[in-house]
């Protein structure tokens, strides 16, 4: 199957278009802890955790399936042939290695968080409160305590058993995912989420 580009890839998420647009214009006003987040969530934090699911994988611990699709990528108006090789949800060997990768994962994906938080404190507490910046203020507390929940649920979930593992077939591993009202999630996908 051939897949077509033909905008740039911030255009076809525009919850991460407004969530840029948005962390700019706090960051005029002193507020840089949103763009913290999402430099810290959206880049350092997956290679990170791409980096980590190598080298599991090089010792045994972790098989990392892969899906690759075509695309056609108009580049100033000229067709370019492009393969792109996308991660899917990692395998991992044992259930309580599984648990215990998502779970470290999940902690420091807290711990980021909680630090964009604090900086947000420092920033908000260093600047004199006007009306049009405690709005500002609030604005960036919503955008960085709504993923910050999302982590605590999926910490709690992971706590209470609600996520289901799978044992792939023909490979000896196992899969997590989480299911909530619109289906199943893989945990990988769980994990690297932004907002």
Same mark, same amino acid.
């Given at each position: 199957m051939m897949n077509y580009q033909n905008t740039a890839l911030l255009i076809y998420a525009p919850l991460y278009l407004l969530f840029v647009v948005t962390g700019f214009g706090l960051a005029f006003m002193g507020l840089s802890a949103p763009i913290f987040y999402g430099l810290c969530m959206g880049l350092i934090f997956p290679v990170v955790i791409s980096m980590r699911l190598?080298?599991?994988?090089?010792?045994?611990?972790?098989? #990392?399936?892969?899906?690759?699709?075509?695309?056609?990528?108009?580049?100033?108006?000229?067709?370019?042939?492009?393969?792109?090789?996308? #991660?899917?949800?990692?395998?991992?060997?044992?259930?309580?290695?599984?648990?215990?990768?998502?779970?470290?994962?999940?902690?420091?994906?807290?711990?980021?968080?909680?630090?964009?938080?604090a900086l947000l404190a420092q920033q908000a507490s260093a600047n004199p409160l006007s009306t049009s910046y405690g709005a500002a203020a609030f604005v960036a507390l919503i955008i960085l305590l709504v993923p910050l929940y999302?982590?605590?649920?999926?910490?709690?979930?992971?706590?209470?058993?609600?996520?289901? #593992?799978?044992?792939?077939?023909?490979?000896?591993?196992?899969?997590?995912?989480?299911?909530?009202?619109?289906?199943?999630?893989?945990?990988?996908?769980?994990? #690297?989420?932004?907002?």
């Open positions: 190598h080298t599991l994988s090089e010792s045994g611990q972790a098989m #990392l399936l892969k899906e690759t699709t075509h695309w056609t990528v108009y580049v100033q108006g000229i067709p370019v042939q492009e393969t792109r090789s996308s #991660l899917k949800n990692p395998c991992f060997s044992t259930p309580q290695r599984l648990q215990q990768f998502c779970m470290r994962t999940l902690l420091a994906r807290l711990v980021l968080q909680v630090a964009s938080v999302r982590t605590v649920r999926l910490l709690r979930k992971m706590h209470n058993g609600e996520w289901a #593992l799978q044992q792939v077939e023909g490979i000896e591993g196992y899969q997590a995912f989480f299911i909530d009202k619109k289906g199943a999630h893989t945990a990988l996908d769980k994990l #690297l989420a932004i907002m």
